[in-house]
């Protein structure tokens, strides 16, 4: 695991944790009024709050895309090697 990989699922890794950390801090803005007993903020910090599971689904993704990656390249060079 030391090289650097540019495969899509780990491009999809990253981008999936950056949403689910942006999903996750809009979700402590939105109950933070509740617990300090402020006004409550707009309907859209709501919908941003949906940006956590969604980053969450899409790092899920990535993982499976980079798992299926690996097998092949396991495969491929399991074949190769019997060929030899």
Do not use: H, K, N
């Amino acid at each position: 695991m030391t090289r650097q990989s540019r495969d899509a699922g780990d491009t999809l890794v990253r981008v999936g944790g950056v949403v689910f950390v942006l999903g996750m801090l809009a979700v402590i803005a939105t109950f933070v009024p509740y617990v300090l007993d402020l006004p409550r903020l707009p309907s859209i910090a709501w919908g941003l709050s949906m940006m956590m599971p969604f980053g969450l689904l899409v790092t899920l993704v990535g993982l499976f895309v980079t798992a299926r990656a690996e097998s092949r390249r396991r495969r491929a060079a399991r074949e190769a090697a019997a060929a030899r």
